[in-house]
């Protein structure tokens, strides 16, 4: 998904030039950048809460086996 973000990115920067003066354009693209934005976001969580996870069940593995 990163990689088809990276891909279009510079499509929305074309468009935001060619474009400048249309403010439902401009809209649209803000409302694209805050997606995502958002999205990244999200998944950094998912990343961090599957990391804390992992380190918890590794805790209680170690703490089994005492």
């Known amino acids: 998904m990163f990689e088809r973000i990276g891909d279009m990115l510079p499509r929305f920067h ?8 249309h403010e439902h354009v401009r809209h649209a693209l803000s409302v694209v950048y805050l997606d995502i934005i958002t999205f990244c976001c999200d ?4 990343f961090q809460d599957a990391r804390t996870q992992r380190g918890m069940m590794a805790r209680e593995a170690a703490y089994s086996k005492r």
Do not use: E, G
């Not at 998944?43 to 998912?46: Q, R, S």
């Open 14 to 21: 074309v468009y935001r030039r060619l474009f400048s003066t």
């Open 43 to 46: 998944a950094k969580k998912v």
